[in-house]
């Protein structure tokens, strides 16, 4: 993890005309109908571990991210704050595209500990902002912009694919000795009749 000071104009953080598009959706799509289906969490479960502090001093002070950079796959977006829905980790809207979300029951970026920031993977309407986060690979980097001005420089360490109903709460959310990020999306086939997707990829990154 590497972290420097870098003053970002909050126009820039926020104004949704400066998205990156994404490549055009080519795929059939595989995902729930926004009109009929309330979007849910991360996982079909609540957590049943909470994040622990490290005994360490955080690197940084507490601060939110508001934007995440993964040049890999393209991804350049505003990061929401979410916390618990209904009993499951929140996420941002379901027609909001290019939006991610940090889950404010873990540390925020540069704490130490884990970090969760979570996207859709698509919707009716095409592509979302993690439609590619399967394709990270070891050594893909991750920065996050923190409301502070300092942004936090991540590596990716391993990318797991795991069933929703058996999402590896411990292993995500245990404490780090230094700071550390998880990203997390629906993927693998897509269930029709409960009209979710069955899997979730999980990244690790520090």
């Given at each position: 993890m590497k972290e420097k000071l870098v003053l970002v104009p909050a126009a820039v953080l926020i104004t949704a005309g400066l998205v990156l598009?994404?490549?055009?959706?080519?795929?059939?799509?595989?995902?729930?109908?926004?009109?009929?289906?309330?979007?849910?969490g991360i996982a079909t479960t609540a957590p049943k571990v909470t994040p622990s502090a490290s005994t360490a001093a955080p690197s940084l002070a507490m601060s939110p991210p508001n934007r995440i950079l993964i040049p890999a796959i393209s991804v350049n977006a505003?990061?929401?704050?979410?916390?618990?829905?209904?009993?499951?980790?929140?996420?941002?809207?379901?027609n909001s595209h290019n939006l991610a979300a940090w889950y404010n029951g873990t540390v925020t970026p540069g704490q130490n500990?884990?970090?969760l920031i979570d996207g859709h993977v698509d919707s009716v309407t095409g592509p979302s902002v993690f439609f590619r986060l399967k394709d990270l690979r070891k050594g893909?980097?991750?920065?996050?912009?923190?409301?502070?001005?300092?942004?936090?420089?991540?590596?990716?360490?391993?990318?797991?694919?795991?069933?929703?109903?058996?999402?590896?709460?411990?292993?995500?959310?245990?404490?780090?000795?230094?700071?550390?990020l998880r990203l997390v999306t629906c993927g693998g086939d897509f269930n029709y009749q409960t009209r979710h997707y069955v899997d979730n990829i999980v990244v690790y990154a520090n």
């Amino acid at each position: 993890m590497k972290e420097k000071l870098v003053l970002v104009p909050a126009a820039v953080l926020i104004t949704a005309g400066l998205v990156l598009a994404f490549a055009a959706y080519t795929g059939a799509f595989r995902g729930p109908d926004p009109s009929t289906v309330l979007p849910k969490g991360i996982a079909t479960t609540a957590p049943k571990v909470t994040p622990s502090a490290s005994t360490a001093a955080p690197s940084l002070a507490m601060s939110p991210p508001n934007r995440i950079l993964i040049p890999a796959i393209s991804v350049n977006a505003p990061v929401m704050t979410v916390g618990l829905v209904y009993g499951s980790v929140g996420v941002p809207p379901l027609n909001s595209h290019n939006l991610a979300a940090w889950y404010n029951g873990t540390v925020t970026p540069g704490q130490n500990g884990p970090s969760l920031i979570d996207g859709h993977v698509d919707s009716v309407t095409g592509p979302s902002v993690f439609f590619r986060l399967k394709d990270l690979r070891k050594g893909d980097a991750v920065t996050v912009y923190r409301t502070d001005g300092r942004t936090v420089t991540f590596h990716v360490t391993w990318v797991q694919v795991t069933a929703k109903t058996a999402f590896p709460w411990k292993e995500v959310l245990k404490a780090t000795p230094g700071p550390e990020l998880r990203l997390v999306t629906c993927g693998g086939d897509f269930n029709y009749q409960t009209r979710h997707y069955v899997d979730n990829i999980v990244v690790y990154a520090n």
